[in-house]
Nanobody, 120 residues
Framework: QVQLVESGGGLVQPGESLRLSCAAS????????MGWYRQAPGKQRERVAR???????NYADSVKGRFTISRDNAKNLVYLQMNSLKPEDTAVYYC??????????????WGQGTQVTVSS
């Protein structure tokens, strides 16, 4: 069994920063790509940022220059540093990862989500 657990969400004012964390745990053999997605009310879920096991990164245009994704491969952690937050960043943020378990099966996993609200 594999779990992804996000933390670090909250309520902030425009222009402030938050750092999200996601920890993968369970019967893990290898963690491949990891990423962050978000979903606002009435909107489709969108990919915010993704980082490969080798460190290749891509960002959504809407967050480029403001958000930074990083990972700690040894600890199966992925982070999202969010600076200069805007009201339109308000959403539930989800962690996502491709993980090979100890039975050699690769699956895509989702966390439960953490709420980020940007409002004055």
């Amino acid at each position: 069994q594999v779990q992804l657990v996000e933390s670090g969400g909250g309520l902030v004012q425009p222009g402030e920063s938050l750092r999200l964390s996601c920890a993968a745990s369970g019967s893990i053999f290898s963690v491949y790509a990891m990423g962050w997605y978000r979903q606002a009310p009435g909107k489709q879920r969108e990919r915010v940022a993704r980082i490969s096991s080798g460190g290749n990164i891509n960002y959504a245009d809407s967050v480029k220059g403001r958000f930074t994704i990083s990972r700690d491969n040894a600890k199966n952690l992925v982070y999202l540093q969010m600076n200069s937050l805007k009201p339109e960043d308000t959403a539930v943020y989800y962690c996502n990862a491709d993980i090979k378990t100890t039975d050699s099966i690769v699956r895509n996993y989702w966390g439960q989500g953490t709420q980020v609200t940007v409002s004055s």
